[in-house]
């Protein structure tokens, strides 16, 4: 089974703002990746997600030593292993370190391990176990954006671009449970909410987007769009 190490896909994010809201504790932050509009649906994987496949042992050091090349463990376990392994980890069968057993030994992600009787000094090779870290798309865990929507203009309290309005107006548009939110102006720049100089009363995936003008020291806000990013699997 393969493990996630780990996989940040939300952080904290509230624009500097006077006010007091309940919101604030749920504000979270957007990934800032703007992927072509014009391609509405596009898995996107954050970078930092990572993960190990299964333990292999497929040799013993009985005979030569301890072969456990990665052309030898793809052949005898097919689509168990990525494509582009980032790392790779060694340990004893009894769960030692390389360094802990003193073999002198060659390990990398292209060739994978190797432990030869021959070169070693003062013991024989012990018995070996590896595994290979990989990155998306191998791990999963990808997210999907889905349209932008801009339903709301500042025209009359502000912009409110929430959850419960635009799945009441696109059904079965948004996944039931947004992972992510992105906000941007409706306009061609598309520049960031977070960097409008607009004080934003709500920024998260649960309750959706708000722009208050009572928040702002010109009474206005900018118009704005919003698109959420739900698990590739939607």
């Known amino acids: 089974m393969i493990k996630l190490l780990s996989i940040a896909i939300i952080a904290g994010l509230l624009a500097e703002s006077n006010q007091q809201s309940a919101n604030n504790s749920d504000n979270r932050m957007m990934f800032p990746y703007h ?12 970078t930092n997600m ?12 009985s005979g030569t030593g301890d072969w456990e090349t990665l052309s030898s ?12 392994p980032v790392q790779i980890d060694v340990r004893t069968t009894t769960g030692l370190s390389v360094a802990a057993t003193g073999n002198v030994v060659s390990a990398d992600v292209t060739t994978g391990f190797v432990c030869k009787n021959k070169e070693q000094t003062t013991t024989r090779c012990h018995d070996y176990r590896v595994r290979f870290s990989c990155n998306p798309p191998f791990c999963g865990g990808g997210v999907c954006w889905t349209r932008w929507f ?5 025209s009359g309290t502000g912009d409110w671009e929430v959850l419960s309005s635009l799945r009441a107006e696109n059904p079965g548009v948004i996944c039931a449970y947004p992972l ?12 960031p909410a977070i960097n409008t100089g607009d004080n934003i009363f709500a920024y998260n995936p649960t309750t959706g987007f708000v722009c208050r003008k009572m ?8 118009d704005y ?10």
């Not at 939110?181 to 520049?191: H, K, L, N, P």
């Open 35 to 46: 992927i072509d509009p014009i391609k509405p649906v596009k898995c996107y994987y954050p």
């Open 50 to 61: 990572q993960c190990w496949t299964d333990w292999f042992d497929r040799d013993d050091p």
């Open 73 to 84: 463990l793809r052949s005898e376990n097919p689509g168990k292993i990525c494509s582009n």
């Open 150 to 154: 801009d339903r709301d203009n500042p």
């Open 180 to 191: 992510l939110i992105e906000a941007v102006t409706a306009d061609a720049s598309m520049t």
């Open 215 to 222: 928040d702002q020291p010109s009474n206005m806000c900018r």
């Open 225 to 234: 769009k919003v698109r959420f990013g739900c698990p590739c699997s939607y």
